[in-house]
């Protein structure tokens, strides 16, 4: 399937979550609005990501984070920064699905050729977990178990062994499911 396939694929998802409605009236109360979360297993995978989400109904939660990636290849390493936007729609209980959309800025370092590669990407994740609330104390927390698959929707200014080594199955990223802790406010 070609990119814009993809795209389209990843579109679509997206607007049939935020159009999908359920014909019967909420009554679970929301106590806590918002929250912020960090996965402490990101770091075995040099990724480092602060989120913070908004509950906008009972079902439907914004996210939007900071994140960064100093991720090590064969050819070189990643070192990009940027932002995390989000949607998180509950399903049944606290199960839920997910898509983020992280653009980022990368300085890569293509260790053969010795040389730094500017460059504006945009990766893409779609996630299926289950979320735990629980306190400590007097303070609410959370635990969501995720399972999370994707790939790079968008990649400017690479070098030829970062696509090479990149290509084929490799574009696609999956993890064992990552665990996020989180305090809700």
């Known amino acids: 399937m070609k990119q814009p396939g993809i795209i389209a694929i990843c579109i679509l998802f997206f607007t049939s979550l935020v159009l ?37 109904t009972p079902k ?21 920064g940027g932002l995390i936007f ?11 699905i997910e898509y983020q959309l992280w653009p980022i800025y990368d300085n890569f370092y293509e260790k053969n050729e010795n040389k730094h590669y500017k460059s504006f990407d945009v990766w893409n994740e779609f996630r299926a977990g289950y979320g735990f609330d629980f306190t400590l104390g007097k303070c609410p927390l959370y635990i969501n178990a ?10 400017s200014n690479k070098p030829q062994s970062f696509k090479d080594e990149n290509s084929g199955k490799k574009k696609l990223f999956y993890f064992p499911p990552l665990v996020f802790i989180g305090v809700r406010f």
């Open 20 to 56: 999908a409605q359920d014909n019967q009236p909420e009554t679970k109360e929301i106590t806590f609005n918002n929250a912020i979360d960090f996965c402490p297993e990101y770091p075995i995978v040099d990724v480092y990501a602060l989120q913070y989400s908004r509950i906008l």
């Open 60 to 80: 439907d939660e914004l996210i939007f984070g900071v994140g960064y990636l100093n991720q090590k290849y064969d050819c070189g390493q990643s070192n990009a």
């Open 146 to 155: 995720q399972w999370p698959f994707g790939f790079g929707l968008y990649g």
């Open 86 to 96: 989000g949607y998180r729609r509950y399903l049944w209980s606290r199960f839920h």
